[in-house]
């Protein structure tokens, strides 16, 4: 039985490239996958076809994960259908977010004590909020979670709620929350 590992600890496995909507990415075998310490997002120094990028290893919905493969990838000449060699080392530390511009904004606009909070929480719970407000394909519903959030956090929130980590994956590659099966 894999047991759950802690930052510092290495996961190895080889993964083929795979392209859904237009994110290029690679998902982790069961085992590589059982050995990180949480179904929901993972924070890693990744070293992919010998590339080193600090990302976020996303849910599939499955319990499992995928890793994403960016333009630095990308531009390295990892194509669909490669095989990559990949090392992934747990963080102790979560990279910063890319926050959304409708998020952004909204923080920008957003009184003193509200974007206090935002500068105060994790890098990990700003992960939650993006990932959150992001989780959705509907446009109005995005718009309420932006609002909502300013809201929470108005009110002393630092987590946007207890929604299921392990299924709130990017809504670009996920039907229902989850990672499509492979074709």
């Not at 190895?12 to 990180?36: H, K, N, Q, W, Y």
């Amino acid at each position: 039985m894999a047991t759950k590992q802690t930052a510092g600890t290495t996961v190895r496995f080889s993964g083929e490239v795979e392209v859904i909507g237009s994110t290029a990415l690679v998902r982790l075998p069961a085992d590589a996958s059982r050995d990180l310490p949480s179904r929901g997002q993972v924070a890693v120094h990744a070293t992919v076809a010998g590339h080193r990028v600090d990302t976020v290893v996303e849910p599939d919905g499955r319990r499992g994960h995928w890793l994403r493969v960016g333009p630095e990838l990308t531009k390295a000449g990892v194509a669909e259908g490669d095989t990559v060699e990949a090392e992934l080392e747990v963080a102790e530390d979560w990279p910063e977010p890319e926050v959304p511009a409708d998020l952004s904004a909204a923080l920008d606009d957003a009184p003193e004590h509200i974007r206090d909070v935002w500068a105060d929480i994790t890098p990990m719970a700003r992960w939650e909020w993006v990932r959150w407000v992001g989780a959705t394909k509907s446009e109005d519903t995005r718009a309420k979670r932006v609002r909502v959030s300013l809201d929470k956090m108005d009110h002393g929130k630092r987590r946007p709620c207890c929604f299921d980590l392990s299924s709130c994956t990017d809504p670009d590659v996920a039907k229902s929350a989850k990672l499509p099966d492979r074709a």
